[in-house]
Nanobody, 118 residues
Framework: QVQLVESGGGLVQPGGSLRLSCAAS????????MGWYRQAPGKERELVAE???????NYADSMKGRFAISRDNAKNTVYLQMNSLKPEDTAVYYC????????????WGQGTQVTVSS
């Protein structure tokens, strides 16, 4: 089993920055991808960014240029640096790990709230 623990959310003013972290622990296969999703009230959960173990990244179009995903494989941790935050970035941000073993398994963190407001 895999556990994901997110941290770093909070309240920030428009134009500000936040850095989210997600630490994975438990039984993990070495081949995995980690990513961030978000869900705003009344909306579906959507991809923010994802990164493979080799460092290949994928971003949602609206996040390109403002958000940066990175990971430290030695610490099993993924980060999301969010800059130039807008009120519409307000959401619960979830960490996701995709494990590519004999089967593909998905794990989610509990979520961390990000609120962008003046």
């Amino acid at each position: 089993q895999v556990q994901l623990v997110e941290s770093g959310g909070g309240l920030v003013q428009p134009g500000g920055s936040l850095r989210l972290s997600c630490a994975a622990s438990g039984s993990m296969v070495s081949i995995n991808a980690m990513g961030w999703y978000r869900q705003a009230p009344g909306k579906e959960r959507e991809l923010v960014a994802e990164i493979t173990g080799r460092g290949s990244t994928n971003y949602a179009d609206s996040m390109k240029g403002r958000f940066a995903i990175s990971r430290d494989n030695a610490k099993n941790t993924v980060y999301l640096q969010m800059n130039s935050l807008k009120p519409e970035d307000t959401a619960v941000y979830y960490c996701k790990l995709t494990a590519f073993g004999r089967t593909v398994n998905y794990y989610w963190g509990q979520g961390t709230q990000v609120t962008v407001s003046s």
